[in-house]
């Protein structure tokens, strides 16, 4: 099996891998702290950026804002961006989404459905 090296990249998909860096980059420190997951998908130059919340509150939108604009700029202007923002509910993730950020959830108590009884767990649900 052959790595990719700086001289030889080989199969990396560049194009995705560049777009989740300008992401990453253009989230740091703007990310409340109700943004549990950002990611993006891309379709060649049509790029989604995707946010789970919990709650969303007009501050998260405004953040929200400010990294898409960041993210335009750092990609030169030459993208369509578009954002979507879905409320946080645990098991609820669109696995169309490259996920760069997942925020550590620590522990949660949850009552099962079906005894009702209520188990504290340690979980990182996404």
């Not at 990249?9 to 702290?33: E, H």
């Not at 509910?89 to 959830?105: C, E, I, K, M, S």
């Amino acid at each position: 099996m052959m790595f990719p090296t700086p001289d030889d990249l080989g199969q990396v998909p560049v194009w995705p891998t560049y777009l989740y860096l300008q992401l990453a980059r253009a989230s740091m420190g703007n990310l409340s702290s109700r943004i549990v997951i950002a990611g993006l998908k891309e379709q060649g130059t049509t790029v989604t950026l995707g946010f789970y919340v919990d709650p969303p509150l007009a501050d998260d939108y405004r953040e929200i804002a400010q990294i898409m604009e960041e993210f335009d700029d750092l990609t030169g202007n030459i993208l369509d961006v578009r954002v979507q923002v879905d409320e946080w509910y645990p098991g609820q993730v669109d696995r169309a989404f490259f996920w760069t950020h997942r925020r550590w959830l620590g522990e949660e108590t949850l009552e099962t459905e079906s005894t009702g009884q209520i188990d504290q767990l340690k979980v990182r649900r996404i």
